[in-house]
């Protein structure tokens, strides 16, 4: 009897250890690219949601994590008090959204702003965008969107 009782226990045992070891690894590794091309703030800060959620549900050292903004998606890096200089209709980079916007850079979210919005849109990314600093810039965004695909990265938009 006793013998069955222990023999029920290490096999409970066993389960539960290989268990935590499988949730660890639910997800593994992961490349994302989330794509932000809208202005909608509500939108953007649900995007910033998602992905801190994606971050804690994988681990940011299991995750590389890319945002890519082009068009309308760059009003999610505009300050409001710079949109004048600018073709954009929205500035929604308020200092809730660059708190979220730090927080996720924290923890290794790369933000890449596309090259052809800039010139189109009359946007300095020095000026007028929060935190870009010239290694953010791509040439193109949908480019960039298409090389990080074909890099096995998966495509998000929220």
Known sequence: MKSKIALTL??????????????????????????????????QAGALRNIQNHINAVGEEDLDLKVVMHGKGL????TPDQLENTKLKLGNATDAMQTKITGLK???????????????????YEDDLFDVDEADIVPSGVAEVAKLQAMGYSYIKP
Request: net charge positive; with cysteine; hydrophobic share 40%.
């Open 106 to 124: 924290n923890q290794g979210v790369g933000f890449e702003v596309c090259a052809n919005t800039l010139k189109g849109k009359k946007i300095n």
């Open 75 to 78: 009003s999610l890096l505009l």
């Open 10 to 43: 290490l096999i409970c045992t066993s389960l539960l250890i290989g268990g935590i070891a499988v949730a660890g690894d639910l997800y593994g590794k992961q490349k994302v690219v989330y794509h932000i091309n809208y202005d909608d703030p509500k939108t």
